[in-house]
Nanobody
């Protein structure tokens, strides 16, 4: 059983910074990709940033040049450095990991419990 534990959310003023961390634990042989999603009240969950096992990254357009995703592969930990935060970044942020299902070509997703990020204007 793989688990994801997030930390680092909180309340910050507009223009401030926060760093989210997500550590994966359990029986992990490899991870295809890890990322951060967010969900604001009344809105659908959206992908914020993703890092693939080879190191390539993807970002939501509205966070490019402000957020940076990185990963410590040895520790199965992913980070999201968020700078110049805006009130519209307020949401619950969820960590996600996509892992291969051993013995098949399939994969499965694991989610963290979510961490609240609130940006005041």
């Amino acid at each position: 059983q793989v688990q994801l534990v997030e930390s680092g959310g909180g309340l910050v003023q507009a223009g401030g910074s926060l760093r989210l961390s997500c550590a994966a634990s359990g029986k992990i042989f490899s991870i295809n990709h890890m990322g951060w999603y967010r969900q604001a009240p009344g809105k659908q969950r959206e992908l914020v940033a993703q890092i693939i096992s080879g190191g390539s990254t993807n970002y939501l357009d509205s966070v490019k040049d402000r957020f940076t995703i990185s990963r410590d592969g040895a520790k199965n930990t992913v980070f999201l450095q968020m700078n110049n935060l805006k009130p519209e970044d307020t949401a619950v942020y969820y960590c996600n990991a996509n892992l291969p299902l051993l013995g098949s070509t399939l994969a499965y997703n694991v989610w963290g419990q979510g961490t609240q990020v609130t940006v005041s204007s």
